[in-house]
């Protein structure tokens, strides 16, 4: 009750800051780019089909396109595995994973789906990937007591993401 | 005499946190001399406003030595002792964000 006063007033009229620094990048986290990554892991999967239904004949151009397609599929599948391996190992602390039990077989599970992600072309799995890391956003913003909402992204594949709501 | 400030960045995790309000003074130096475990905040050339744990003091020269809890703390290893005189008060009141 009190915080929130404080804090109110504070979005009023700004208190001096106190910085407990710590070396970069501390404090500079947010899940956004695991989500981003999930989603580029859909998009390639979805243009490699498109690829395959549209291009007649299996020439130069068509492997050039997939091959490119495979990369950009491989890299954000590990980069998603990066980005939610950072925060699950710099900013989550035991006080997060007793509130959220969930919180280590959550990470397990997007580690094992971005690998899936690698392995295969499965578009079920990709999906997956995506709503596992957005699992993994909303309880990182609700550790902040930053609320979520869910919403399509404004852009192919046009899945569902968690966006933190910011005042 | 009494300043409110707000906490940002991890270095006194878990005690202190991003987000927390702290109210300090230089009141109880008026009682006493600044002692190792006091939560100081102080001027810092470069860095700004910080807060820190006194970790000690070289009462001849004045000289405060500062630390954070957390490994990657930025603190007196790194920039040296704080002077007496940079120093804006003691921490006597801790408001958690939660």
């Known amino acids: ?167 | 005499m009494i300043k409110l400030v707000k906490i940002t960045g991890q270095s006194l995790y878990p005690v202190y946190q991003e987000g927390d309000f702290v109210v300090v003074s230089k009141i109880p130096f008026l009682f006493g001399s600044i002692r190792p475990g006091d939560v100081i905040v102080f001027k810092h050339p470069v860095y700004g406003l910080m807060i820190k744990r006194v970790e000690r003091c070289v009462p001849q020269t004045g000289d405060v030595y500062v630390v954070g809890t957390h490994g990657h703390s930025i603190d007196s290893r790194r920039f040296g002792a704080i002077h007496r005189d940079d120093i804006v008060g003691k921490v006597v009141w801790h408001l958690k964000k939660r």
Request: a neutral charge.
């Open chain 1, 1 to 167: 009750m009190i915080y929130e006063l404080i804090e109110k007033l504070d979005r009023r009229f700004p208190f001096e800051r106190a910085k407990a620094h710590c070396d970069i990048p501390c404090g500079i986290y947010d899940p956004h780019h695991a989500q981003l990554a999930a989603l580029t892991v859909i998009r390639m999967i979805d243009l490699m089909n498109e690829l395959v239904k549209e291009h007649g004949q299996q020439d130069m151009e068509f492997h050039n396109s997939m091959a490119r397609y495979i990369a950009v599929k491989e890299q954000h599948a590990e980069l998603c595995k990066h980005e939610v391996r950072i925060i699950w190992g710099d900013y989550i602390k035991p006080e997060h994973v007793q509130k959220y039990p969930e919180l280590h077989e959550l990470t397990n599970k997007i580690m094992k789906l971005g690998s899936k992600c690698r392995q295969t072309t499965s578009r079920e799995t990709a999906v997956e990937l995506l709503q596992a890391v957005n699992r993994f956003a909303e309880i990182f913003w609700e550790t902040k007591g930053i609320a979520t909402k869910r919403a399509k992204a404004p852009y192919k594949p046009e899945e569902e993401v968690v966006y933190p709501v910011l005042s």
